[in-house]
């Protein structure tokens, strides 16, 4: 997947062409290109838009680096297997439980402990959550009182909680913008379920208390006079140089694999790639 921003997306010769002011032109492959990430200042023409549909290029309207996700295409390249695979392994039981055990151990780096419910997991969760926020307070020194917010209004609470806010917002964001682009369903979650963004959360907070939450903490003892700005820059300079959106996608495969379900195969019906991928002339890496 590529980021664009500030120029105009447009077809030149069968391929997408990135157009700035100065009237440069920069060819994004269509064939090798599953995702656009349309940042701020980017222009899409209607050319544009009827080739991503047609090769099954996913484009995402988002914020800078992806802190915000305010609209998205045709979701996944039209293609249903992970979609399908997503929900067979939320509406098998055990499969939901295995699921939510792997983010329980990629989350807090050890074992979940067996005999334990889906609801029993999410009880140890939220314990270890707030003994981890206020560890990161006390690394910080930020005051704290607790995570508390209003979540249609953030200036209401304290500066650490609008931090904090802002932040798993960006964070959502990023998340959302890569469970699209995979081909999966936002709404279909594991531990978190019932809200359209159900899956997102689960997601999010795999990684959220290595990314976001030190960033949030980080502006939060500097007394910043935007808490809310800062802390978006300060996620979208994160995002970039730890390749965050990067490791999302194969960090999903890895928790809905421990579910044990295979996932389906595609029916002998199915539509092909829109473009066949041309024989190379040498070994696989070979650039010749």
Known sequence: MVFLEKGRLDVLDGSFVLVDAEGVRVHVPVGGVCC???EPGIRVSHAAVALAAR???LLVWVGEAGVRVYAAGQPGGARSDKLLWQASLALDDTARLNVVRRMFEVRFDCKAPGGRSVEQLRGMEGARV???????ARLYRV???GRRYDPRDWTGGDVPNQCLSAATSCLYGICEAAILAAGYAPAIGFLHTGKPRSFVYDVA???KFETVVPAAFGVASGKPSDPERETR????DMFRKKRVLKRIIPLIEDVLKAGGLPMPQAPAEASGPAFEEEAGHGDDG???
Do not use: F, N, V
């Open 36 to 38: 656009i990430m349309l």
């Open 55 to 57: 090769s099954g290029t």
């Open 130 to 136: 707030r003994a981890m926020y206020k560890q990161l």
């Open 143 to 145: 005051p704290w009182s």
């Open 205 to 207: 907070d795999l990684i």
């Open 233 to 236: 820059l300060a996620c979208r």
């Open 286 to 288: 070979h650039r010749g």
